[in-house]
Every structure is written in structure tokens, then in C-alpha cells.
């Protein structure tokens, strides 16, 4: 009987781990680590089935396209080359997903490397069973910036 109830147990623990990992919140929250990835390896080719065609993408530069932003990481006019993401909030209202992250970029712009304190919006919205990034807006913070969850 005891080795019974440890088995219910176990398979319960299991159970609730399994959808624990299958939340949305979860899966936006990988989705947006792993496009972090993919712009610092400019990795058009899984860019852009996640980028919305009609996205904007903001940056201190000006705000432009998902064809433009795709054309400025696969020639490395901006390259990512590593977001260290210090804090992260996720909210999930019906279908779209809104990601805050607060980083620190490297990026290599114009040639030189630079080092950048970003708060960063990601916006996705579900299409069928698929997320699709609808904007990403850095803004400029302090590095002693919070995100308020």
C-alpha cells in the first residue's frame, strides 16, 4: 500500500510538473531567450517565421520594419552579440504576450562595441499554435532600473 501511494505521488508530482513547464508564460519566456540566441548568431532563418511581418521595431536610432531589422542583423550593422538579462516580467492577456526585459547589451554598431542598459519591450501575439513578435522597443534605463511586476 505504501509503495502504491508513493507511485500516486510520484506520478501527481509529475503531472503538475508537466504542465507547470507547458504554461505560456513558460513557452513565451524560452521563445524570448532563445531570439536573444538568435539575433547574436544572426540566424535569419529562425528569425523570421517568429517576427510578424507587419512588426516595428524600435531602437535609439530610429524605428523600422521586421524586412529592415532582419537586413540589419543578417549584415550585422547592429549585431547582438550578447543580451545579459538581468530581470524579466511576462504577462499573458488573451492571445498576446507582453515581455519586459531588463538587459545589458553588447552590441557591435557601426564597428565598434558598445555596452547599453536596456529595458526592453517584446510584444507577441499567438496564431494558432504559433507566437509571433508583433514589436520590440529598447529604451535606455540606468542600471539601477527595476522592472515593477
Known amino acids: 500500500m505504501k509503495k502504491q501511494l508513493f507511485l500516486f505521488a510520484l506520478i501527481l508530482l509529475n503531472v503538475g510538473f508537466t504542465f507547470a513547464q507547458s504554461s505560456p508564460e513558460r513557452e513565451i519566456k524560452k521563445l524570448s531567450l532563445e531570439k536573444w540566441q538568435w539575433m547574436a548568431d544572426k540566424d535569419i532563418a529562425k528569425l523570421t517565421p517568429l517576427f510578424h511581418p507587419q512588426a516595428k521595431f524600435v531602437h535609439m536610432s530610429g524605428t523600422w520594419t521586421t524586412a529592415r531589422e532582419l537586413e540589419i ?55 494558432g499554435s504559433v507566437w509571433k513578435m508583433l514589436a520590440l522597443t529598447f529604451s535606455s534605463v540606468r542600471d539601477t532600473h527595476e522592472i515593477e511586476k
Not at 542583423?73 to 547582438?80: A, N
Not at 538581468?86 to 562595441?113: H, M, P, Q, Y
Open 73 to 127: 542583423i543578417e549584415t550585422g550593422s547592429i549585431w547582438y552579440k550578447k543580451a545579459d538579462i538581468k530581470d524579466t516580467a511576462i504577462e499573458i492577456v488573451g492571445n498576446t504576450a507582453i515581455v519586459w526585459n531588463r538587459i545589458t547589451l553588447t552590441a557591435n554598431v557601426r564597428g565598434s562595441d558598445v555596452v547599453t542598459e536596456f529595458t526592453v519591450t517584446e510584444v507577441y501575439q499567438k496564431e
